[in-house]
């Protein structure tokens, strides 16, 4: 009898396993967003930056600059962009509000 119980209770066991080991979650097409001391910086194509954002971009501040990547950053109430730019070996990032003006 006490075997009976005990295959009984491993085939329950081994059954239930095997259900929970086939379950498999995909994710398609997610977006990436880093969270950082309560910051969300989220992607945002080069071409997709609003227009006083690009005009800064190529005015003479950044004169020799490229854009290489851009995230919309949201810090609690305030809103910028976080761009990284390079210029031959060097690099750096820029952060700049919707409106084109520099963001200490």
């Known amino acids: 009898m006490k075997k009976l119980i005990l295959s009984a209770a491993f085939l329950a066991f ?3 396993s095997a259900v929970q080991a ?3 979650n995909t994710i398609k097409n997610a977006a990436i967003v880093a969270v950082q001391d309560s910051a969300v910086k989220t992607p945002v194509k080069l071409e997709e930056l609003p227009e006083p954002v690009t005009t800064a971009l190529k ?3 950044y004169k020799g ?3 290489t990547e ?3 950053v949201k810090e609690g109430a305030k809103e ?3 761009i990284n730019v390079k210029k031959e070996a060097e ?3 820029v952060k700049i509000d919707k409106d084109g003006k520099p963001v200490q």
Do not use: H, I, N, R
């Open 91 to 93: 690099t750096g990032s």
């Open 14 to 16: 081994a059954g239930f």
């Open 80 to 82: 910028y962009y976080l």
């Open 22 to 24: 086939s379950e498999v």
């Open 70 to 72: 851009a995230w919309s």
């Open 65 to 67: 600059w490229t854009a």
């Open 59 to 61: 005015s003479d501040a």
